[in-house]
């Protein structure tokens, strides 16, 4: 099955930091790319699709870029409720796997 | 509003059987495909099955494959996944959610709230 490996696992930042969070495919995927953000006790919240498309709602300090096999989370300036885990997700293949996330902490 | 209810999580022994349901509300359930997600305690997320609008299109995750169905019922809004031989690995939250296919896009972008399904004698 397609991989995706997510860098950092973990990772401390504070509040007004610029965060990125890498996803790379064991294979080619095109855009098709999507990313989450969870918190704990609640459902993902989609954040990114087609690898840099902003879901409605979400708001602009988040961005994605990449295509192929590596791709990138921006959090241009973090605030108190982005600290969460995000999670990659890659649509080329069945099985339609995840990333194994990465926790943003303080 | 918008939204998925799971229900039928519960607290099974090992080799038994157990069927969630998903109601879906506040969209046009039967025009889209459907999924499973599960999250095993402080784990996380696995994709488990796919089923499309009208029924058809079912894939599943290895881990689940010849063991878990999924189905859906458009007449109830309702998407379900019977669940046999459990194991103590499948313990985890189960999320439903709607994948979302516009043109090329695909993304999963209304999930249910999960529940809880614990395999354990």
């Known amino acids: 099955a397609l991989q995706l490996t997510q860098s950092p696992s973990s990772l401390s930042a504070s509040v007004g930091d610029r965060v990125t969070i890498t996803c790379r495919a064991s294979q080619d995927i095109s855009s098709a790319l999507a990313w989450y953000q969870q918190k704990p006790g609640k459902a993902p919240n989609l954040l990114i699709y087609d690898a840099s498309s902003l879901e409605s709602g979400v708001p602009s300090r988040f961005s994605g870029s990449g295509s192929g096999t590596d791709f990138t989370l921006t959090i241009s300036s973090l605030q108190p409720e982005d600290f969460a885990t995000y999670y990659c997700q890659q649509f080329k293949n069945f099985p339609l796997t995840f990333g194994g996330g990465t926790k943003v902490e303080s | ?121």
Not at chain 2, 5 to 13: D, H, I, M, R, T
Not at chain 2, 51 to 68: C, D, K, L
Not at chain 2, 82 to 92: C, G, H, I, K, Y
């Open chain 2, 1 to 121: 509003e918008v939204q998925l209810s799971e229900s039928g999580g519960a607290l099974v022994q090992p080799g038994g059987s157990l069927r969630l349901s998903c109601a879906g509300s506040g969209f046009t359930f039967r025009n889209y495909a459907m999924i499973w997600v599960r999250q095993a305690p402080g784990k996380g997320l696995e994709w488990v099955s796919v089923i499309g609008s009208g029924g058809g299109g079912i894939n599943y995750a290895e881990s689940v494959e010849g063991r878990f169905t999924i189905s859906r019922d458009n007449s109830k809004d309702t998407l379900y996944l019977q669940m046999n031989s459990l194991r103590a690995e499948d313990t985890a939250i189960y999320f439903c959610a709607k994948y979302a296919t516009v043109g090329v896009s695909r993304y999963f972008n209304l999930w249910g709230q999960g529940t809880l399904v614990t395999v354990s004698s």
